[in-house]
């Protein structure tokens, strides 16, 4: 099984930036995605965005706006998120997840989960 360890967390002034970090180990398949979600207080979890671990190319849902970036170190197994010019309502607990098969944009299909980072924006 995928084991995966979300970290980065923490409060941020609204304005800043901040990099969160995914690090999977145990996988046992080639194709595959991860991606980004996030749940807010009160919200139902949504989609941020992901990457084909294959080919590096990546997907974001529309609201990011260009200020979240998604990248990888594929020989630490990792997964980051950047997201600039921080908002309130960026407030959220973020997940990373995995899912088989490599195109990212198919939110449903993840299904291994890490145990999410708190991101708390001040403003």
């Known amino acids: 099984q995928v084991q995966l360890v979300e970290s980065g967390g923490g409060l941020v002034q609204a304005g800043g930036s901040l990099t969160l970090s995914c690090a999977a180990s145990?996988?046992?398949?080639?194709?595959?995605?991860m991606g980004w979600f996030r749940q807010a207080p009160g919200k139902e979890r949504e989609f941020v965005g992901g990457i084909d671990w294959n080919s590096g190319d990546t997907y974001y849902a529309r609201f990011v706006k260009g200020r979240f970036t998604i990248s990888r170190d594929n020989a630490k197994s990792t997964m980051y998120l950047q997201i600039d010019s921080l908002k309130a309502e960026d407030t959220a607990v973020y997940y990373c997840?995995?899912?088989?098969?490599?195109?990212?944009?198919?939110?449903?299909?993840?299904?291994?989960w890490g145990q999410g980072t708190q991101v708390t924006v001040s403003s």
């Open positions: 145990g996988r046992t398949f080639s194709n595959y995605a």
């Open positions: 997840a995995t899912k088989r098969g490599s195109i990212p944009n198919i939110p449903q299909a993840y299904d291994y």
